[in-house]
């Protein structure tokens, strides 16, 4: 069974700083890896997915992750912080060795980004 | 069309009412989603959906039961709800058995 982990549960950047929210995972078989962004109040959107190729994947909104197979990993980068990317983000894994779509999320990061 | 639409946005219900929750797509997507999330923590899968058959079910009370009446439309009625269901309810669906899922904006239930 797959799994994932978040480490921090919030983490805090000066606008236009780095931003470096950690994801590690534990599949069977090689997983298929997102990160969806939560702004309050609303649904989750697709910031970026892994599944074959290349494993540094750029995403939305300037965020970029790359998968390391040797630390099992996914973490996700952005250069430089603005204040619009103040949110919840979560790292999910699904198996794709399975009959179904079935995502594993994890518990989840809140970015705080000051001014 | 992009987007996967939910209504209502909130609803407030009693314990004894019966309502129902509605989700839509035309991204000719053939597999959709409901989950169940709680105040500060990640989704819960509830049902998963692949072309229009019940696919998935984790082990979620029979007060809560999907419908999907066609491949565009996903619906959760509820009935005999408790206080501890209240949370916001987010429909997915997902063009494929591998692919990313697209979130509907939710539904933001209270059982009073």
């Known amino acids: 069974a797959q799994s994932v982990t978040q480490l921090g549960s919030h983490v805090s950047v000066s606008e236009g700083a780095l931003v470096l929210l950690r994801c590690n995972y534990s599949s069977s078989v090689p997983p298929y890896l997102f990160w969806y962004v939560q702004y309050p109040n609303q649904g989750l959107q697709l910031l970026l997915k892994y599944t074959t190729g290349a494993t540094l994947v750029k995403g939305i909104n300037g965020f970029e992750a790359e998968f390391k197979k040797s630390e099992t990993s996914f973490h996700l980068t952005k250069p430089s912080a603005h204040m619009s990317d103040a949110a919840e983000y979560f790292c999910a894994v699904s198996d794709p060795s399975g009959g179904y779509q079935k995502v594993t999320f994890g518990t989840g990061t809140k970015l705080q980004v000051i001014p | 069309d992009t987007e996967v639409t939910q209504t209502p946005k909130h609803l407030v219900m009693g314990m004894t009412n019966k309502k129902s929750l509605k989700c839509e797509q035309h991204m000719g997507h053939r597999a959709m989603y409901w989950y169940k999330q709680k105040a500060k923590k990640p989704p819960e899968l509830m049902f998963v959906?692949?072309?229009?058959?019940?696919?998935i079910n984790e082990s979620v009370p029979s007060r809560f039961s999907p419908e999907c009446p066609n491949s565009s439309l996903l619906n959760l009625h509820l009935h005999a709800l408790q206080p501890e269901d209240s949370a916001l309810y987010l429909c997915a669906s997902s063009p494929g058995k591998t692919s990313e899922q697209y979130f509907g904006p939710g539904t933001r239930l209270t059982v009073t």
């Open positions: 959906y692949s072309y229009e058959k019940l696919s």
